[in-house]
């Protein structure tokens, strides 16, 4: 997009048959992770640790920004664009949402609560609800000491480093498990624990909060043994802390596997340690598969979320074609005819290549779907001119020693917080930010340039595939975390790469995520890497699933107060229509657009009428001739024939606001095969 995006996951402050990932054995196994052990599965890749590490031993080393990260144990990844990373980075611990609770540290323990709903007509929100804050004796500090797929293990520790207890947050349970290292005493600041069956019963103002488990209850105090876990929990409405009480066991670790298919993918975040609570989010329950009966439900931001007694939630996905290039065979040759001529044009007329991540990447990405247009319909000259053009920015962009000669056009590995870094940060991406949005148009393109052409590709592996590590390793490898944005549980990424957010961490632009993995697909296509191109299958699939569900086309109907059709901003706690750039109504659909690849054929899955009204919503009397118009335009093509005609027709009138990692010659392409 062509407006700035200044560190945008930073601005807006304090608001209220595939791989294997295998997960922490234990509570108690809190260690730091062994960095060389990688998971079932991720050998299949070829990004193992075996192989990056000579990789990551050519670049440069280089930390272009210092982040401050507290509360992080020795020898753990630094966990950058996770649900729970707020409890790491800055210089005080923010709240998270394992849903479907809410979660903070204090100065002496912590606190849980469940969100409570405020609904504006742009925001749904998920406000602190009242809190079962408990204070553990002798604890002056905390850190992050372990996690995996789906959980967080937080270690409470003295005024000498040694820890108290292991506080174990999971994300879909409703339960908070606290493993004593040593005898241990929590004290609940409200609310006294009476007896309810054979568990113990809290209420704080209308929240009614569960204990069970090895534990001692005299009033408002706690007391769990050294080796001994209890569970904290929040029963649904009319649950009861005794019903549920039996079913409530401490989750000792996650772990996730995933099936590729034919026609969809299939998912398993499991529960070790249970069965025990776990609630469905509404893109799992669309398809769960055997969940057992419903135990409740919880009002979150994002919907209903149904309790099970279970020790996995499996659900479907649909699998959607991932292709280099819009299909242009059916074109009649007039129509081939006018693409020729205008993509000729646009060859002639592109500027020099932008020298950040951000922008050098879009246009990357726009010039091999000139490329691909321009073969397709005979413009040979057209077609070699950008094609000489791409594989010399490529070339240059991936030598791993160019951070040695020059200032922008390449890449640094950061062995501070063990990631790729763009020498020429933008949009706060040497804090981590949006390296899948950046990253994926380099994959794109060079999947692209690389088809068919693996002498090509191996040039560029050195580095192309440490930026597929740095936003899709399949397994902690000590050089990146385990993927590094992607969550399983939510089925979506994070943006952020520090979260220093009150309402949890953040996306914005669904497309550009789901352009991250197609174009993680192609690249692993182009080298030949059938399990890192299953790996980015399965995590496209999942997050083309969110994209629909939660920004595309959500369904709003619990939520009478919010009066739009679509979302412009995840956040753990809450929903947005807003941008982080422009308060236009067609900035927040075009981020859910663009670029509106050939791998983008979920965004034909919006039902018609609803394509028409977030078009309506966002250009309001149909003039497309403005800022942002052009991806309005190309959406409105998807609520049916006419509108598509229509579109078309209309096309000529956005030349003057063509997007950078677009083209007219690409607009009309796409038009034209609707």
């Known amino acids: 997009m062509t407006s700035p995006r200044m560190n945008r996951r930073t601005l807006l402050g304090l608001t209220g048959g595939g791989a294997v990932v295998l997960g922490l054995g234990g509570l108690a196994a809190c260690s730091p992770k062994a960095p060389n052990a990688p998971t079932a599965g991720a050998m299949t890749t070829a990004l193992d640790r075996n192989t990056v590490a000579p990789l990551v031993a050519a670049m440069t080393p280089r930390t272009l920004k210092t982040l401050s990260m507290p509360r992080l144990a020795e020898g753990l990844t630094p966990p950058t664009n996770h649900w729970f990373s707020g409890l790491v980075f800055g210089d005080k611990p923010q709240p998270v949402f394992p849903l479907p609770l809410g979660f903070g540290i204090t100065s002496n323990g912590f606190e849980l609560w469940l969100p409570k709903l405020v609904v504006s007509d742009k925001t749904i929100g998920g406000e602190q609800g009242p ?181 996995a939630l499996t659900w479907r996905a649909k699998r959607w074609d991932l292709r280099t290039a819009l299909d242009l065979s059916t074109l009649s040759s007039d129509q081939k005819g006018r693409l020729s001529k205008q993509v000729a044009e646009d060859v002639a007329a592109s500027k020099p290549y932008p020298q950040d991540t951000y922008f050098g990447g879009k246009a990357l990405y726009r010039d091999a779907q000139l490329m691909e247009i321009a073969k397709a319909v005979g413009a040979n000259d057209a077609a070699k001119t950008v ?80 930026l597929a590590a740095d936003i899709a390793s399949p397994a902690d490898t000590g050089f990146f975390p385990e993927r590094r944005t992607f969550d399983p549980y939510a089925s979506h990424s994070w943006a952020s790469g520090t979260s220093p957010f009150a309402d949890g961490n953040n996306q914005e632009s669904s497309a550009e995520a789901v352009h991250a993995w197609a174009g993680l697909a192609l690249w692993a296509r182009a080298r030949g890497n059938a399990g890192l191109e299953q790996e980015a299958v399965w995590m496209h ?70 394509v028409g009204a977030s078009v309506a919503e966002a250009v309001g009397s149909g003039d497309f001739a403005k800022t942002y118009g052009d991806y309005c335009l190309l959406y409105s093509a998807l609520a049916g024939k006419d509108a598509a005609k229509k579109a078309l027709d209309a096309a000529p009138s956005v030349a003057g606001h063509i997007d950078d990692g677009s083209s007219m010659s690409y607009l009309l392409a796409y038009l034209m095969t609707r």
């Not at 994300?171 to 005493?185: E, F, I, W, Y």
């Not at 067609?586 to 054929?601: E, F, R, Y």
């Open 131 to 311: 809190r079962l804050t408990l204070a553990v004796d002798g604890v002056k500090g905390a850190v992050v000491s372990a996690y995996d797929a789906a959980s967080v293990v937080v270690q409470l520790r003295d005024s000498a480093g040694a820890g108290i207890v292991e506080v174990r947050l999971v994300q879909g349970s409703p339960t908070v498990a606290v493993k004593a290292l040593k005898d241990a005493t929590l004290s609940a600041s409200a609310g006294t624990f009476t007896a309810a069956g054979s568990a113990w019963q809290a209420t704080v103002g209308e929240t009614v909060f569960g204990a069970t488990g090895d534990l001692s209850v005299s009033g408002a105090s706690v007391k769990v043994a050294s080796g001994r876990t209890a569970t904290f929990f929040v029963p649904p409405k009319d649950a009861g802390v005794a019903n549920l009480a039996s079913k409530v066991k401490p989750v000792t670790g996650t772990s996730v596997t995933y099936e590729v298919g034919s026609s969809d993918v299939t998912t398993t975040v499991r529960y070790e340690g249970g069965p025990t609570l776990v609630a469905a989010m509404p893109h799992h329950q669309s398809s769960l598969v055997s969940p057992g009966s419903s135990l409740g439900t919880y009002d979150s931001v994002y919907g209903k979320l149904t309790l099970y007694a279970t020790d």
């Open 387 to 466: 094609k000489d053009r791409l594989t010399t920015a490529l070339q240059r962009w991936t030598e791993p020693k160019g951070a040695d000669a020059r200032g922008t056009e390449c890449f640094v590995y950061d062995p501070t917080y063990h990631g790729m870094v763009g020498l020429q940060a933008s949009f706060g991406s040497d804090e981590y930010n949006d390296h899948h949005f950046h990253y994926g148009y380099f994959l794109y393109a060079a999947g692209v340039l690389c088809a068919g052409d693996s002498a090509l590709a191996e040039k560029l592996a050195p580095v192309m595939d440490l």
């Open 541 to 610: 699939s999942l997050e083309a699933q969110t994209a629909l569900a939660y920004w595309l086309a959500p369904d709003t109907s619990a939520f009478p107060a919010f009066h739009h059709t679509i979302i412009g901003i995840g956040w753990g706690a809450k929903r947005d229509y807003a941008t982080w750039f422009s308060a236009d109504p067609a900035a927040v659909l075009m981020i859910q657009v663009l670029p509106a690849s050939p791998s983008a054929g979920y965004l034909g899955a919006v039902p018609q009428d609803r």
